[in-house]
């Protein structure tokens, strides 16, 4: 029987784990497209996959109805992201007993981000500061939910230091979490920093990488304003070319690369940041190299 968890799926694994990450549309049109990319993901054959959540009303609803989409079409276990946004602390109570009624055993616990333009992230009127206090909620409330928490290789953007940013992740993992997902990067020496820091602090949870695939220096651009992470510059200039189906061919490149080098290192799986793009994990370059390393550790 597949485990229910991500905590028993990586204890259990004789290979790297590969996990997919999707984001829950807004209209019912864009649940019809989600569906057909599913679909034509199937011999993909993800480990898990796991779905973000909007922190508003309706975006809420559309979270709760991706990971039920996702469930119903067999990509199971789904990892269900909650973030502390706007949240009172019986609020999330709520939505954490309505998850687990749903039959998912999975939550990437996470604080969330400030408002656009602000710097500092306020919590809700009796809601939670940090991701750390959500894990500490999930586990009192169902000790049966696996959590998975966000660790930044190039350390998180309010952190005041690296060191810092590493004691709370500790506090995470100190508080019940089960196991951690890495923002994306772009260079593989930046995650093997992190994994030798984290280790020398003492957290032992699993780390899974997270990579994102660039088709153009412009997505490049889109990637590192969100995630305030860093690109060599060999990425950049590979991405510069007036040609769409080159610049697409050297983000699949350098995407393989980094997948080939961190499984040559023992990474117990690989996280892909795919934007519903069923058309990136089906690249024959991509499914060659998937298909290499789950052939070659089976
Ligand atoms: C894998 C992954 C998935 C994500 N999914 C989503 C999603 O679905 N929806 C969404 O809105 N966002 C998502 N995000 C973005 C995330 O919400 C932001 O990066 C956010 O700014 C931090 O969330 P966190 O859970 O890491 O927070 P925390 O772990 O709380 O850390 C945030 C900051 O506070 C500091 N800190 C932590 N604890 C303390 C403490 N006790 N005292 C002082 N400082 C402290 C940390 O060092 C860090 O600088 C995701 C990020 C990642 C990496």
Redesign the pocket.
């Known amino acids: 029987m597949t485990p229910s968890t991500i905590r028993e799926l990586l204890a259990a694994r004789r290979q790297p784990t590969l996990s997919l990450e999707f984001y829950p549309p807004k209209d019912p049109l864009g649940f019809g497209i989600l569906g057909g990319s599913i679909e034509r993901m199937r011999p993909v054959h993800p480990d898990f996959v796991t779905c973000?959540?909007g922190?508003g009303g309706s975006s809420r609803e559309f979270s709760f109805a991706a990971w039920d989409l996702l469930g119903r079409m067999g990509f199971t276990p789904v990892v269900a992201?909650l973030?502390c946004?706007g949240a009172s602390r019986a609020d999330l109570a709520a939505q954490i007993d309505r998850i687990h009624a749903s039959g998912i055993r999975n939550i990437?616990a996470?604080?969330?981000?400030p408002p656009r333009g602000e710097t500092t992230f306020k919590p809700a009127p009796d809601g939670l500061a940090?991701?750390?206090d959500l894990v500490a909620l999930i586990k009192s409330r169902h000790p049966d939910i696996c959590c998975g928490?966000?660790g930044?290789p190039e350390t998180?953007p309010?952190?005041p230091s690296p060191a810092?940013?590493l004691r709370?992740l500790r506090?995470?993992v100190d508080a019940g979490a089960d196991f951690i997902?890495?923002?994306l990067f772009f260079d593989n020496a930046a995650y093997f920093r992190f994994l030798d820091a984290a280790r020398a602090a003492g957290i032992r949870a699993p780390i899974l990488p997270?990579l994102m695939p660039v088709a153009s220096a412009a997505q490049l651009d889109r990637s590192l304003a969100f995630s305030r992470a860093t690109a060599p510059q060999k990425l950049r200039e590979a991405l510069q070319t007036p040609d769409p189906e080159a610049a697409r061919a050297a983000g699949i490149e350098w995407l393989v690369a980094q997948i080939d080098g961190l499984i040559a290192h023992g990474a117990p799986g690989i996280h892909l940041y795919i934007l519903n793009q069923a058309r990136t994990i089906l690249d024959p370059r991509l499914a060659e190299c998937l298909a290499r390393w789950r052939k070659a550790s089976s």
């Open positions: 973000t959540y922190a992201h973030t946004v990437m996470l604080r969330g981000d940090h991701a750390s928490v966000a930044y998180h309010e952190a810092d940013d709370h506090e995470k997902n890495t923002q997270g």
